[in-house]
């Protein structure tokens, strides 16, 4: 099948390298010189187009003021985002905007072949998924909020109990960590269930438009006004309002919500008169709202009134537990809605990447890359190769993926040398702590007893293993192999100690 192309770069050379690239690969390429003209081609037609090739670099409309213009447009075509040496940064962000890959310039002709020949199986795929996520996307429920780690379980607490009552919440953390999911599970199950959830994005409007968006106007109220329209407030009446980004509100229409928070009233813009609304308000930022308050840039008044339920939900990085948990279940969910005959395993090299990796797009940039890799999966198993974009931002990271328990000689029954490889795994956990973890008194193994002696290395040897399978969440094989010793010793260590390999951390009876 020939595929349509569409690349969009300001310089001329980089368009004819990647029309000759394309065009050897019996793909059809069009050209456009910059990102507003490419959403004219999109406007006129956007079905024509199979793949996107996006600079981000250009003049007029940038690659990401085009990927936030053709997203409004519902455009739903995958975009391979091109970016200069060391612009990682933008990439994140291009990958947050719905790119489906990035390239490196200078690209090979090979390199973007791959790269689109991978985004046309995306291409007929994914429409049928992002049917279903929508679907699923409306209700909601704490149930659906995957957790593992401490500091997660401690978020949905709080939520559950915000949930309660019609407190105004205020909801902390980086993009990508569940903002959204935690704020419509807390409208799903308070007495506003069946109500408006409607959400505005603070950041996403233009600073003039931001009031009438927010409270509505009258027909005629300023140029161009030339139909009356509802605001936001007014669709979540009996409901929900969801400010995302809420940091970014401008000074003048902090004013006006701080009166609607407060009266429960709001002033529809060119109308002159006030109107009651009962709307409950969860507000969301990724910034700290206290320092912007400081720097004059957040009212103080409206910060007290809106932040009167804060809930911090921690950065993915910072709750590593969460991360196995995650893939484990976006892996099954994807390929439940991809109709796999098979569901898909996240391999333990996989998963021991994914785990390693910072996220700095959260859980939405995890989200991304299992649907990305089942969707390109050949085998039966998730492996490292599935997940080559985060490979290569790890040059570090050791593939142990071939490496089977199987392989691994069982340790001579010789003191000295099991005890070397006690410390040896010992000191490798910690190093993976303090690099995964932040510290928390769990992660620590005391050397000494409550009298001051060394203990006994019998002890800490339990200890270590409690901690590594609740660590690795029970898996055997990675346990063993994380561990140095061989599967069957681990099996036998556990009877000796007692230690239920499902809840590592009872004590035998
Ligand atoms: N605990 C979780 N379990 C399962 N999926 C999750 C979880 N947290 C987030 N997600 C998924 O990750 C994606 C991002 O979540 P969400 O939109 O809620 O983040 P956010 O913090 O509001 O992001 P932003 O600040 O960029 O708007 C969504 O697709 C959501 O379904």
New binding site residues.
Partial sequence: MTAHILVVDDDPVQRRVLKNAIERYGHAAHLAENGRIALEFLKRNSRQFNVIVLDLMMPELDGLGFLQAAAELGMDIPVIVQTGQGGIETVVQAM?AGAFDFVVKPVSPERIAASISNALKVDHREAKVRAVRKLKSATVGFG????ASPD?LRVIDLAQRAAQSNIPVVLE?E???????IARAIQASGDRANKPFITVNCGAIPANLVESILFGHEKGAFTGATERHTGKFMEADGGTLFL?EIGDLPLEVQVKLLRAVQQGEIETVGAGKVQKVDVRLIS?T?KDLIEEVRAGRFREDLYYRLNVFPIT?PALRRRKEDIPH?AR?FTERFSAEQKLDQPLHVGAGAMALLTAYDWPGN??QL?NAVFRAVVLSQGTELTEADFPQIAAQIPDFQSDELLSTADIPEPEPDFTRHDIAVANAARQLRSELSSHLYSSPENIIVSTDDTGEVRKLADVEEELIRFALKFYRGQMSQVARKLGIGRSTLYRKLKDYGIDPDDPLKEAA
């Fill in positions: 947050r659906d909020i995957a957790s997660m953390g993009s990508g960590v569940g903002k959204e999911m995302d969301a990724n939900i995650l279940i859980i939405r989200e």
